[in-house]
């Protein structure tokens, strides 16, 4: 299974007038998280499209646990916990690094779309190369 770790540290613009995260930016930080893993392997959505591929968000879940706060340091834990068939599933957790305690955990679900034909198809054969390694041993 992979799992990649990244920081992100709150932003006051990504608070609430309640003084903690706006339940709606958890999916931008997810989003940091898959792009984060991404680059560590190689990929950037930019060089994904200019493969002549798309991956839209298909599915997504989010449960709330605590609330995070302005200027407070995240850890954004993503894992891909087996290789994509078709859905690339990317569950994440997000944790208070100051107070050690999970605020969020969820999951997205991506596909690849051609890019001419707008048709779903199955990750290509790029993808699942640069992470085929995690899986071999299982």
């Given at each position: ?86 859905r690339v599933r990317l569950d994440t957790k997000i944790f208070s690094k100051e107070r050690g305690v999970q605020i969020v955990e969820g999951h997205i679900d991506l596909v ?27």
């Amino acid at each position: 299974m992979l799992v990649h770790k990244t920081e992100l540290r709150v932003r006051y613009a990504d608070t609430d007038k309640m003084q903690f995260v706006y339940n709606g930016k958890y999916y931008e930080y997810f989003e940091v998280g898959r792009t984060e893993l991404l680059r560590d392997y190689g990929m950037t959505y930019d060089s994904i499209e200019k493969a002549g591929y798309y991956m839209p968000v298909v599915e997504a879940f989010i449960k709330y646990k605590n609330a995070a706060f302005y200027d407070e340091l995240l850890v954004i834990e993503t894992r891909m916990e087996k290789l994509p068939a078709l859905r690339v599933r990317l569950d994440t957790k997000i944790f208070s690094k100051e107070r050690g305690v999970q605020i969020v955990e969820g999951h997205i679900d991506l596909v690849f779309v051609n890019a001419e034909t707008g048709k779903a198809v199955r990750p290509p054969e790029f993808f699942n190369e640069s992470f085929k390694k995690f899986y071999d041993a299982v």
